[in-house]
């Protein structure tokens, strides 16, 4: 893909990203830069996977064709309004984390601008991830290709109605989440009751 990626933000999901692009092969690492909020966390990624790094939001958002913003809910509109002049002309803008609407990231342009809305869930950090995706009207049919690209890097891919997107977490996510919890409490109910007889049967041969 001759194209730049760029992440504001690379933290376990962004960086799950960035290396299963990579591992992919569907991008270069001189072709991908990222920002990140300290020196430190910098350091380890682009030592890590040799990509370009920055301190500085504006520097990456400047760099990008698909801009991929891997922060915090109530970051994104500080995000935006500081890189918004410095976002490159057709620069696709992808966000992924709950209750960012499409809308959200619209109206905080001036300008007509490409969003997708993303929202991957944890398996993407062994490559085996289910992304569900959104679009605004301004995407093209090439962008989709590209984008659906980049994220069958690390799993499979599926786009849905925006209206769809906020129980995406509870299926894919939240809901399966509790059912490994409900698992494990089951183990070790039974390994607590395996310590117990154990222990009763210990007792009885001392009799």
């Given at each position: 893909?001759?194209?730049?990626?760029?992440?504001?933000?690379?933290?376990?999901?962004?960086?799950?990203?960035?290396?299963?692009?990579?591992?992919?092969?569907v991008?270069?690492?001189?072709?991908?830069?990222?920002s990140?909020?300290?020196?430190?966390?910098?350091?380890?990624?682009?030592?890590?996977?040799?990509?370009?790094?920055?301190?500085?939001?504006?520097?990456?958002?400047?760099?990008?064709?698909?801009?991929?913003?891997?922060?915090?809910?109530?970051?994104?509109?500080?995000?935006l309004?500081?890189?918004?002049?410095?976002?490159?002309?057709?620069?696709?803008?992808?966000?992924?984390?709950?209750?960012?609407?499409?809308?959200?990231?619209?109206?905080?342009?001036?300008?007509?601008?490409?969003?997708?809305r993303?929202?991957?869930?944890?398996?993407?950090?062994?490559?085996?991830?289910?992304?569900?995706m959104c679009?605004?009207?301004?995407?093209?049919?090439?962008?989709?290709?590209?984008?659906?690209?980049?994220?069958?890097?690390?799993?499979?891919?599926?786009?849905?109605?925006?209206?769809?997107?906020?129980?995406?977490?509870?299926i894919?996510?939240?809901?399966?989440?509790?059912?490994?919890?409900?698992?494990?409490?089951?183990?070790?109910?039974?390994?607590?009751?395996?310590?117990?007889?154990?222990?009763?049967?210990e007792?009885?041969?001392?009799?």
């Amino acid at each position: 893909m001759n194209k730049k990626i760029g992440f504001i933000g690379c933290g376990k999901m962004g960086e799950a990203m960035l290396e299963g692009m990579l591992l992919a092969e569907v991008i270069s690492p001189e072709e991908i830069m990222v920002s990140t909020a300290s020196a430190e966390t910098k350091t380890k990624i682009t030592t890590k996977y040799n990509v370009k790094g920055t301190l500085d939001n504006k520097e990456v958002a400047g760099f990008a064709d698909f801009l991929f913003l891997g922060i915090q809910p109530a970051m994104h509109k500080q995000v935006l309004e500081e890189v918004k002049n410095h976002v490159k002309e057709d620069a696709v803008i992808i966000t992924m984390a709950a209750g960012i609407t499409v809308s959200l990231v619209e109206n905080s342009f001036e300008k007509r601008v490409k969003v997708v809305r993303t929202m991957p869930n944890t398996p993407s950090l062994v490559g085996e991830g289910m992304t569900a995706m959104c679009i605004n009207d301004e995407i093209t049919d090439a962008d989709i290709e590209d984008v659906t690209a980049l994220l069958n890097s690390f799993g499979k891919t599926e786009i849905l109605h925006e209206d769809l997107m906020d129980a995406v977490p509870a299926i894919s996510g939240s809901s399966p989440a509790y059912v490994y919890m409900f698992i494990e409490a089951l183990a070790d109910g039974g390994s607590v009751m395996a310590f117990h007889e154990n222990k009763h049967t210990e007792w009885q041969h001392k009799l």
